[in-house]
């Protein structure tokens, strides 16, 4: 538990022995996000957001060292608007530098990717996984109404892309 008056990096996160799940753990306590410690190296959190509750897991590979998140929604778009849906998916990985959207289309879900390299001995610190889990919450907040636009209406991937760069600006 965080102790009142400190950041989240200032609470118990200043050792960087710490493993990066026990980190995400924290953070999801303090949020009181609902979570589910998979195994030592992985968990999974649902986060609520404005258009629809996302599903993120976090998982540490010791291997090549990388802190790896996927944020994920379910969508069935019909078949036929799957090539709009494919262009759309080109055109918001355009306009973001902190991970990419992808379709996993056996799985039905629309998934927001990144990874966090942390070799030579990094560390990762709470704000900065805060700030991944918010990038990748508001990510799929922006992007979601195009999403929908396109898979479940005649509209444009281009005129789609215009409700999520709107949608970003009307936001404070």
Known sequence: MMRPGMSLAEDQFISDDLHPIDIVENLAEHHAWEFDRVTDDQI???VEGQ???YSL???WSAQDETLRLICTFEM???AARMGALYDLLNRCND???TGAFTYWEEQKLMVWRYGLLLSGGQFVTADQIDGLIAA???AAERFYPAFQLVAW???SPADAMKVAIAEAYGRA
């Open 136 to 138: 990748a919450v508001g």
């Open 57 to 59: 897991t976090l998982a």
């Open 153 to 155: 209406s005649d509209k």
């Open 51 to 53: 258009w629809r509750t």
């Open 44 to 46: 999974a959190m649902a």
């Open 76 to 78: 069935e778009p019909p």
């Open 95 to 97: 306009t973001v530098w």
